[in-house]
């Protein structure tokens, strides 16, 4: 855990004295003061008494202020824009980082699944985790999961009515609008994983008439959000659900709204079309179709109007 999340954490728990921070962060009370200087730089309103140090104001959104009473282990790399939050995050994992957070307001080269153009206007929340999981190569799709688990979750804590559709998108459900999309990517060998980038890129706090058609945001539903705290509700539950199958698989289960409707997914070996019966570990889709069941590992799926 870098110095700057040891020193967030330990102002949010509370006033906390100059040569208390020193011996937490192993370093002199000149650098203690030089950090807490940079926190207030970044916006913090940081007080000093008797008591020691204490945070009266957090900025609304930068590295800084996620970090500040985060209860997930990530370090914060923010950006106020950037071409791609995960070509940013492979750089990072190249360099043999782990759990870092590369998080942007505005992304100018966004991507999606199949090299596809992902809007990302200023407002919104992009951010890709760096991992280095002990898992499989097989196994990596379980993050794609418990990602759009964790962040239908925050949706539906801020008010929006989202609901997950397979593979890795989350809609609105009462029109089936996009609100976020999700790409894993991944270096390993047969047997393990190297690194993991799980990216998630929300409508957060932009207007829908700057997103592509068929798509809505968190404002056009409820209003702006404190993109802060949301971020802070998105990173905490995915980490709480990452090493946990079961867990990831319930709560995907909970937020779909692809089961139980009548879909189409194109494969590589080509259509399949029935009803969406139930997700597996380690994400495929089980179809009930004119011929039995049929378990789809990927594709891409279109929810049908029922016959």
């Not at 728990?13 to 100059?18: E, L």
């Not at 206007?121 to 760096?130: D, Q």
């Not at 964790?150 to 008010?159: F, M, S």
């Not at 070996?269 to 997700?279: K, P, R, T």
Request: net charge negative.
């Amino acid at each position: 855990m870098t110095s700057r999340k040891t020193l967030c954490d330990a102002l949010a728990a509370g006033p906390v004295s100059g040569p208390e921070l020193a011996d937490e962060l192993g370093v002199s009370r000149a650098a203690v003061w030089k950090r807490i200087e940079e926190l207030r730089e970044a916006g913090f309103g940081i007080e000093s008494d008797g008591s020691g140090y204490r945070v009266v104001s957090v900025p609304d959104f930068c590295g800084p202020a996620v970090e500040y009473g985060l209860d997930a282990p990530y370090r914060i790399e923010y950006h106020d824009a950037i071409a791609s939050t995960n070509a940013r995050a492979r750089e990072v994992a190249k360099a043999g980082d782990a759990d870092v957070v590369v998080l942007a307001n505005e992304q100018t080269a966004g991507r999606g699944r199949l090299d596809r153009a992902w809007n990302a206007p200023s407002g919104g929340v992009y951010l890709s985790v760096v991992l280095r999981p002990e898992m499989t190569p097989m196994e990596a799709p379980l993050l794609t999961l418990a990602a759009a688990v964790a962040t239908t979750r925050a949706l539906r804590e801020a008010g929006v009515a989202a609901g997950i559709k397979w593979p890795n998108d989350i809609l609105l459900e009462s029109t089936g609008e996009k609100l976020v999309g999700i790409l894993t990517e991944m270096e390993g060998e047969a047997d393990r994983v190297s690194w993991v980038v799980v990216g998630i890129g929300v409508n957060a706090n932009v207007d829908s008439e700057d997103l592509p058609e068929g798509a809505t945001s968190v404002r056009e539903q409820v209003g702006d959000i404190d993109r802060r705290t949301f971020v802070q509700r998105v990173l905490e539950g995915f980490e709480s659900l990452r090493t946990d199958p079961d867990a990831i698989l319930a709560g995907w289960r909970e937020g779909a709204i692809t089961l139980g409707q009548r879909v189409r997914v194109e494969t590589s070996q080509g259509a399949v079309v029935g009803e969406a019966l139930d997700v597996e570990s380690p994400g495929r889709l089980v179809i009930q179709t004119d011929d039995g069941e049929v378990r789809v590992h990927a594709g891409d799926c279109e929810h049908l109007r029922p016959v």
